[in-house]
């Protein structure tokens, strides 16, 4: 299981110091969440911030992209440094030229569904994809409470994507508890923001998901 903290609820004006800490506690990967007050209420950062993180760490950047036509801003986030680039399913009409658009740049493509949208948003895109984020929260916000329909909502992910090598990443409200069940229906990724940020020591918390994570 691969852990991925979303700077979200980092210390944005100790971003580097932050992202330090959660690098040296084992982080796999660093979640960047982008949002554009249209797609959802509530506005973030853009390519700027990400290519200042770029320079500050070697983790890989997974950019969640939570805005309208993503396809127009692909480009600007692969060069800014992403290397894996997630678009929403109900965020473009074109979503299968913005994934082919994210692995020609060279980054890996990622779709993300909202808790209301069903798998077979994904179903004639499967062979554009290395990630499906499956969201856990209605996106737009840190802090909120875990949604528990993602579990056989993940389940139908995996069956759909079969011998696929994608990562299934769940998004929104995880914590410690829901690691051992989200393994068990077959994630591979967990984002968390607050569960991370909000512990006096991340390094246990990410211990702690991982290691209830491969006791099922
Ligand atoms: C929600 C974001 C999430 C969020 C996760 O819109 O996409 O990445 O930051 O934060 P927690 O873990 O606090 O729900
Ligand atoms: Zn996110």
Do not use: C, W
Request: net charge neutral.
């Amino acid at each position: 299981m691969k852990i991925a903290p979303s700077i979200l609820s980092a210390d944005f004006a100790a971003l580097a110091e932050d992202i330090a800490r959660v690098e040296a506690a084992g982080a796999d990967q660093l979640h960047v969440d982008v949002m554009d007050g249209r797609f959802v209420p509530n506005i973030t950062v853009g390519p700027i911030v990400v290519e200042a993180i770029r320079k500050r760490t070697r983790l890989p950047l997974d950019v969640h992209l939570m805005i309208v036509e993503p396809e127009r801003y692909v480009g600007d986030f692969v060069r800014a440094g992403a290397d894996m680039v997630t678009v929403h399913a109900e965020a473009t009409p074109h979503l299968q030229r913005a994934l082919a658009q994210i692995r020609e740049l060279g980054a890996q493509p990622g779709v993300a569904l909202n808790p209301s949208t069903p798998p077979t948003a994904l179903q004639f895109v499967l062979d554009d994809l290395a990630l499906v984020l499956v969201m856990s929260v209605n996106p737009g916000f840190g802090g909120q409470r875990f949604i528990p329909g993602v579990y056989p909502k993940i389940r139908h992910v995996r069956t759909l994507l079969g011998p696929r090598p994608v990562e299934v990443s769940v998004d929104g409200g995880v914590k410690v508890e829901h690691a051992g069940p989200l393994a068990a229906h077959g994630a591979s990724v967990l984002v968390a923001g607050s569960a991370i940020f909000g512990a006096p020591h991340p390094a246990e918390v990410i211990k702690a998901m991982r290691s209830a994570a491969s006791a099922v």
